[in-house]
């Protein structure tokens, strides 16, 4: 069975620093990964996801990932943090195509400090 | 605009007392998923739906229901409802089953 950890359930950045938000996976067969990203008062939306293609996959709002399968990571960064970026971000992972194959974390909500 | 609709956005229940999330999505996905999000958890799958006609459980399903009479619609009920179900829910659907999946708002909940 697959899962996902996510290490940090709050993470506090000041405007401009480096963001990096940690996610570790575990899955029996080579992962499908994912971050969604839910801002305040709506439902999640796709930030990226890998899909074993290139192991640095860029996103939206210049946020990026890298595959280290090595590490069995998949952590998100963005080089400069912006106010609009505080929201609560969710990793996840999947075995396969289908429903029901995806496995959420438990979220790590992001604080950008002015 | 196209999407998932959800509504109501919040409701209040006494415990005991029953009632529908209403979901609807304009897409044409064939798969459509109800979560609850609580603090701290993460999102849990409640039920979940590959098509019309077609539903099946998900991790936490006890005190739910669903039906999927068309692609559109996916209503969840929640009969007898406990202080436990205090929740966010979540409806979402998908049309490829890569794991790309389109959210709604959300139908906060308490149950007093």
């Known amino acids: 069975a697959q899962s996902v950890t996510q290490l940090g359930s709050h993470v506090s950045v000041s405007e401009g620093a480096l963001v990096l938000l940690r996610c570790n996976y575990s899955s029996s067969v080579p992962p499908y990964l994912f971050w969604y990203v839910q801002y305040p008062n709506q439902g999640l939306q796709l930030l990226l996801k890998y899909t074993s293609a290139a192991t640095l996959v860029k996103g939206i709002n210049g946020f990026e990932a890298e595959f280290k399968k090595s590490e069995t990571s998949f952590h998100l960064t963005k080089p400069s943090a912006h106010m609009s970026d505080a929201a609560e971000y969710f990793c996840?992972?999947?075995?396969?195509?289908?429903?029901?194959?995806?496995?959420f974390g438990t979220g790590t909500r992001l604080t950008v400090i002015p | 605009n196209a999407g998932v609709t959800q509504t109501p956005k919040f409701r209040i229940l006494k415990i005991g007392q029953s009632m529908t999330l209403q979901c609807a999505q304009d897409?044409?996905?064939?798969?459509m998923y109800w979560y609850r999000q609580d603090p701290g958890m993460g999102l849990k799958l409640i039920y979940y739906s590959v098509g019309a006609g077609i539903t099946d459980k998900g991790e936490v399903p006890n005190g739910y229901n669903v039906s999927r009479s068309t692609t559109e619609d996916f209503p969840l009920r929640l009969e007898l409802a406990a202080p436990s179900q205090t929740s966010v829910y979540f409806c979402?659907?998908?049309?490829?089953?890569?794991?790309?999946?389109?959210f709604g708002a959300g139908s906060r909940l308490t149950v007093l």
């Open positions: 979402a659907s998908e049309g490829s089953g890569a794991n790309v999946l389109t």
């Open positions: 897409m044409n996905h064939n798969y």
């Open positions: 996840a992972v999947s075995d396969r195509a289908g429903a029901n194959n995806l496995f």
